[in-house]
């Protein structure tokens, strides 16, 4: 059951943690200390690496992390004709923390022009070697549902039927702007079907006049208009996000609201879905998954802690979703991806060396480190928070002491590459693979 195209039985969702040479580059490009041509040399390296390190774990297909972001979707839309960027009241609301307050609305009629990512993507594409590089960007109705109609401009769409055709359309331009550009995997991410599972977004959704049952037919019919025309050799993905800043999360819910609409109704060829916990719900939705190429990619490993899963548990959760989904249209990766913001100030705690990390929890997974227990490792997080407010450079001295400890036990640019590849390894210890790909890895 070896895939040869995308998605790969073993596929990963694609963001990672911005490494500190990008972050502080970007504090010195707005400190006038470098230009943007010097920024994007430094994402350029980053970015290299980056890929290397996917190709080094196994991995048919690779991303450049969104290394060139600071949001996951933002970036994106700043792009578009017709969408303007402002300062909202508020950041949107996670579990325990608030991201920063920022928010587009849209000012003129909506359309895909000569975007800038269409370049990094062939950056990515230049460097990937014999990988499949995927482009990732954000999904049509995440434009729409944060704001709804108060973000869009009466006068430019007094009637949003109009609105939502343009939505369409331009994302359809950008697909074929992708593909002309030389992709042909692309992953749109979309946190807004998630919101449409939870109790608690339904109602907000209500509250401000619209009925979330209506949206879900809505963001169907878009994201078909966007795919109609879609070239037989480009593979479209759909990352459905609960949401995940500094490893929280926002809905809960499991995804019977809309799985008739989305799974029976949206015509894409594979389904990215988070059921690494509980909050996820069960398996029993995906009977709407329709026969035949379409595949869904089923996110059970996490990247909100560093645990590795144990593979008995990820492959009986395999066999349970079997039984409403052929076994051949499954594949595995992460739940999601770690970066959806870049935050400041540059935090070597978080980011840091991924060599030395990747390198410290193999040693500890193979006994060469002490176990560290979790009680101890709460305290070391909290101790981390608290050195946010030392100087930078003592803060590097704090973490360098640490290293031979704990340093990164929960690094989850780290644990994202180590996980990605125990996905590639429990597909072909489930049959999904063919053993030849994983022998230099034994």
């Not at 640490?402 to 990605?420: C, G, P, Q």
Request: hydrophobic share 40%.
């Amino acid at each position: 059951m070896q895939r040869h195209q995308a998605p790969f039985r073993a596929d990963i969702v694609g963001s990672f943690l911005r490494p500190d040479a990008i972050k502080q580059a970007r504090q010195q490009l707005a400190a006038g200390a470098i230009d943007a041509q010097q920024l994007r040399q430094i994402e350029n390296e980053a970015i290299r690496h980056l890929v290397q390190q996917q190709c080094e774990c196994g991995l048919h297909v690779v991303t450049d992390g969104e290394f060139r972001r600071a949001w996951w979707h933002f970036d994106f839309f700043d792009g578009l004709q017709g969408v303007e960027r402002y300062d909202s009241e508020k950041g949107i609301q996670f579990n325990g923390v608030q991201t920063k307050a920022h928010g587009v609305r849209v000012t003129g009629k909506l359309a895909f022009g000569d975007h800038p990512m269409l370049e990094d993507f062939r950056y990515l594409k230049s460097v990937s070697g014999s990988a499949q590089p995927k482009m990732t960007i954000p999904s049509p109705s995440v434009l729409h549902f944060r704001g709804g109609r108060k973000d869009i401009d009466a006068t430019v769409y007094p009637d949003l039927a109009d609105y939502f055709d343009d939505l369409a359309t331009t994302w359809r331009d950008a697909i074929r702007a992708f593909y002309d550009a030389g992709c042909r995997y692309l992953q749109l991410d979309d946190t807004v079907w998630a919101y449409l599972c939870s109790d608690e977004q339904r109602q907000q959704v209500r509250d401000r006049g619209e009925d979330p049952d209506e949206l879900a037919r809505i963001y169907a019919r878009v994201l078909n208009k966007a795919l109609e025309g879609k070239p037989e050799d480009l593979t479209v993905g759909l990352h459905v996000c609960r949401g995940n800043f500094r490893s929280t999360w926002i809905s809960e819910g499991g995804y019977e609201p809309v799985a008739e609409v989305l799974f029976g109704g949206v015509n894409i060829d594979a389904f990215f879905l988070e059921y690494d916990n509980d909050r996820s719900g069960d398996f029993a939705p995906l009977r709407y998954i329709r026969p035949g190429h379409q595949q869904v990619v089923l996110g059970l490993i996490t990247t909100k802690n560093g645990e590795l899963e144990n593979p008995e548990g990820v492959k009986a959760r395999l066999r349970e979703a079997a039984q409403y989904v052929p076994l051949a249209q499954i594949c595995l990766s992460p739940q999601c991806g770690f970066a959806s913001t870049a935050w400041l100030p540059a935090s070597p705690h978080r980011s840091g060396n991924l060599f030395i990390a990747q390198r410290c929890t193999i040693l500890r997974q193979r006994g060469a480190l002490p176990f560290i227990s979790p009680i101890f490792r709460r305290a070391f997080r909290l101790f981390r928070n608290l050195a946010l407010f030392l100087p930078y450079h003592f803060r590097l001295v704090v973490n360098s002491f640490f290293v031979f400890a704990l340093f990164r036990s929960d690094t989850h640019a780290a644990s994202y590459i180590i996980k990605s590849f125990c996905s590639l390894r429990l597909c072909y210890q489930h049959g999904l693979l063919p053993a030849g790909l994983c022998r230099r890895h034994h």
